[in-house]
Every structure is written in C-alpha cells, then in structure tokens.
C-alpha cells in the first residue's frame, strides 16, 4: 500500500543544517519517496534559509493558530526540490531569527511549530497515515495529536518518533504549561508525563505520546536503557519496551559521492583511488601544511561538544604529534575545544590545520583528502562522519559506541577482515595506541588500498534502512 507520510524536523538540509538531524531529514524522505510513497517535509522557515531556496517559495495558505493566550499568523511556503514538496511554516516573530537555537523562547517556537504543523494538513488536503517526528523539537506534536487533536481528520494519523540525540531534551519550567502549551496544570503535573525533574521535557512527550519511537542505531538503543547513557530518560524509554526501535541511519549517496561531487579538488571512485593523492596534496596546499603525500593526513569534522571525545584528544595531542602524521580539524562549538585546537594549530603549523568555523566545502575536501577520520566519541546515537569517511576512502578511527559500533569493524590483521580501526574504552592511551596501529598499517600500501577500496564500495546507502521505516510505519497503520 502507498502510504502518506509527513517529515517533521527542526533542520532539513540542505536549507538549514547544524549536525547530523539536518543530513538524515535530507536524505531519509527521498529514499521513502523513491520506495513509491508520498512523503513530504515540513520545517520551520528560518532567516538562515539560503536566498538560492528563499526565492522559490510559493506560498500556499496561511491561517491563525492558537497557543494558550497567543493567536499568531502562520503561513505556510513550499518548494520542491529534487521531485520532493518541502513546507515552511512561516511567523517572522518566531523563526526569522539569527541564532535559532539560542533564543530564549525555544519553548514557544517549537511548541507553535508543532501545533502549527497539524493545523496545516487541512489547509493543504494532506492527511498522513504516520506523521515522522523527530527530536525534542517535535515532543509536543506526538501530545498535541492524542491530547487535543482527536476529530475525525486527525483520529487514525500514527505518530513515530525518532530521538536522533537524547542529550538535548528541551527543558523548560512548569509554568509553560498553561501559558505556552495550553494544557491542564494540575492534570500534567499529577499524571507526571510531560515532567521529568521537576522540569517540562519536550523529548520525553515524543517518547511517552508517540506510537513508536526508534533511535538511530541497534546499539544506541540498548544503551539508553541504561542510566550511564539514559541522560535521565532511560526509564521512560524502558517503560516503552519493544516500542522502542533502532534503524540505523543512511547516507544520501547521490550528495556524498566522490566521482561528482563538486565540491572536492579532483573526482575519483574506487577503481582510481589515486585520486584521492590529489586531493590530499591540494588540501595541503590550501590549508598551508607541507607537501607530503606519505605522512598519514587525519581529519576531524565535529561539533566541539563533550559528546564527540574531544577530551581524549586533548589528554595525548602531544604524543599524538610525535606519531608523524598531519591533523586537520574543522568544527565550532564549545570555546575551551576551539582554543585548544586554534593553539596547536599555531605550534605545529605545518603538520595542524585548525579550521574554526562551519564549512559544507571544506569538509568535503577534508572526507576527500584525508587518510584517516577520527570519530573518539563518548557517545554516539549514529554518527555520519564516519559513514562519509568510508565513502570517500578515508578509513575511520573509531570508539565503539552507539552507531560507531555497528558500521565499524576493526581491521584484523590475521583474517584481513574489517573497514576501520576502533577501541573500546574511553580512554586517551587506549585511543592513541589505535591511532598509532592505524599509522602503522598505513605504512603498507597493499593492505591500505584493499581497506580503502573496501571501505568505498560499502553500502551505506538508505536503500536497507528505509525499507526498515516502511516495515514499521506499516504495522503502525494495519
Ligand atoms: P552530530 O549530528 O552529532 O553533529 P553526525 O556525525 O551525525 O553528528 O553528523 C554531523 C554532520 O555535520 C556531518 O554531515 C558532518 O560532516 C557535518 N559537520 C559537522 N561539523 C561541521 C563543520 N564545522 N563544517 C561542516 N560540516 C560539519
């Protein structure tokens, strides 16, 4: 059966893009829709949306919606890119902001988003069977539909959750109850199912209120049954049990693809991985490091948060650097990662490029014109660098964590299984004794161009794990 189903997400790439969320609701909608489904995408229309895309929205309908006192105008501008209709909800006073996800009113853009989102379908004749929401940005959409939305348009729409990083659950005081999600006080707090210490949470309403929730690994999701990985949630996602689901996420093929990618110096694909030494010579070149195509080149594209192992790097940069190997950084975030970086890249100028800042293009040079891809997190629900890592013929250095766990296999030397190099504990000497393994193995050129070919011609694609969503999505609606 062709199902109808609505992406909800608070980035979408290629329109707005922070991490890791944006590349998924990019991509996973278009293989859904190559499977013969009619999937749409909405998110919210931000200032920062490219003026390329922003110059071709049309708009379809506008109406009011009411969030406890508030009546705000709500319009709603669509696009169709590559053969896919994406919505925009458009309320200058909410969304057209500069630093999106650090204003101080999160807790009324995100609720007015969702509510805004289910008042739309009528306006555009769109009745999904699964609307697909995902992360803390879209909790109270999964609460809104059982609680407030139970006419007959709305009553046989299934909701799915996908928690993409439970770390970030947006928590906000109680008070918003009544005054931003126009809900019962005394019911809420009583039945305690929006309220997790003391605090309301918008990602404990998607897992309490969803019909399904999936997280984006097999792994992760038995992790955060734990309370060392829970974040304070695991025993709402235990007190959901077998509705809990890992589908480990995809990659867009088609935007990540050596042989066309515009973006790299040089195209190459796994017949003529040559290429690849091209690329790292003018990354050199860009970056000013010294030319030199045999010491290993290892690249680092992260957020600069706790999560991504950042520390690890930090406790043995030193003796990191005595291992004869050029590093190229690029990421933003936390200042004390960005200084430490911006400091070594100043003390080993020709062998450290420390790019502070976000960068679509260069991080396609770096997956291109890198040997190696370090990925050290502490956890990990997915992860895509290392899957763009693979794919480009950089061979990933991983902890086995979450998603990092189930896409990696470490080489073994014996049986020449494996497509990276990972190591189990959080532990700097653990990781640093990986990266010297992985220098070592560099050094044969046989064995690493069989591990790069290998890692190149993987599948990543979406092709498996859209089916997986479709498998669920079905049960949810028979
Ligand atoms: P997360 O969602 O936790 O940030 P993922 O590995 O799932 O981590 O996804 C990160 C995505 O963001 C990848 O596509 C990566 O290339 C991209 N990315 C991260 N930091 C930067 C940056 N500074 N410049 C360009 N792209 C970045």
């Known amino acids: 059966m062709g199902l109808k189903i609505l992406f909800v997400s608070a980035e979408v790439s290629p329109f707005f893009k922070t991490g890791g969320l944006a590349d998924v609701a990019g991509s996973l909608p278009l293989a859904l829709k190559k499977m013969g489904h009619d999937v749409r995408v909405v998110m919210p229309e931000y200032k920062l949306i490219p003026e390329e895309y922003r110059r071709e929205l049309k708009h379809i309908c506008h109406f009011r919606t009411i969030l406890s006192w508030r009546n705000e105008y709500i319009g709603v501008n669509t696009i169709n890119h590559r053969g896919l209709d994406y919505y925009f909800i458009d309320n200058k006073s909410f969304f057209y902001q500069d630093n999106i996800y650090e204003s101080d009113a999160r807790h009324v853009q995100y609720a007015l988003f969702c509510k805004a989102v289910l008042d739309m379908l009528p306006y555009i004749d769109f009745k999904p069977h699964i609307i697909h929401c995902n992360d803390w940005h879209t909790g109270p959409l999964c609460l809104y539909l059982k609680e407030l939305y139970n006419n007959d348009f709305y009553r046989d729409i299934r909701t799915v959750f996908t928690i993409h990083n439970l770390k970030y659950q947006g928590q906000f005081g109680t008070e918003i109850i009544e005054d931003v999600l126009g809900l019962n006080f005394y019911e809420h707090y009583n039945r305690g199912d929006i309220i997790h210490n003391g605090l309301v949470n918008y990602m404990k309403m998607g897992i309490i209120f969803s019909d399904m929730v999936t997280s984006v690994s097999k792994s992760y999701v038995e992790e955060i049954r734990t309370p060392y990985f829970g974040e304070g949630l695991d025993y709402a996602i235990r007190m959901r049990g077998e509705n809990v689901y890992g589908i480990l996420n995809g990659l867009d093929y088609e935007e990540y693809n050596p042989g066309n990618d515009c973006d790299i110096y040089h195209n190459y694909d796994s017949s003529n991985t040559e290429g690849k030494l091209i690329n790292k010579k003018r990354l050199q070149e860009e970056l000013n490091l010294k030319l030199d195509a045999e010491q290993p080149l290892v690249g680092l594209i992260s957020r600069f948060y706790e999560q991504k192992g950042l520390d690890l790097i930090m406790a043995v940069m030193d003796e990191i650097m005595t291992l004869n190997i050029q590093f190229v950084v690029l990421g933003t975030g936390e200042a004390k990662y960005e200084n430490f970086f911006r400091e070594y890249g100043l003390r080993y100028p020709d062998r450290i490029s420390a790019n502070i800042r976000y960068d679509h293009s260069l991080a396609k040079k770096i997956y291109a014109g890198s040997d190696l891809f370090l990925v050290p997190s502490r956890f990990e629900p997915c992860g895509l660098t290392q899957l763009i890592s693979l794919r480009y013929g950089s061979i990933p250095i991983v902890r086995e964590t979450g998603g990092l766990r189930d896409t990696i296999q470490p080489y073994n030397e014996y049986t020449g299984e494996?497509?990276?190099?990972?190591?189990?504990?959080?532990?700097?000497?653990?990781?640093?004794?990986?990266?010297?393994?992985?220098?070592?193995?560099?050094?044969?050129?046989?064995?690493?161009?069989?591990l790069v070919i290998r890692g190149m011609e993987s599948d990543f694609s979406w092709d498996k794990s859209a089916g997986e969503y479709i498998a669920l999505y079905s049960g949810l609606v028979n």
Not at 425 to 430: E, G, I, K, L, V
Request: proline share 0%.
């Open 418 to 450: 494996g497509n990276g190099f990972s190591f189990r504990n959080y532990n700097a000497h653990d990781m640093l004794y990986t990266i010297r393994r992985a220098v070592d193995i560099y050094r044969n050129k046989d064995i690493w161009r069989t």
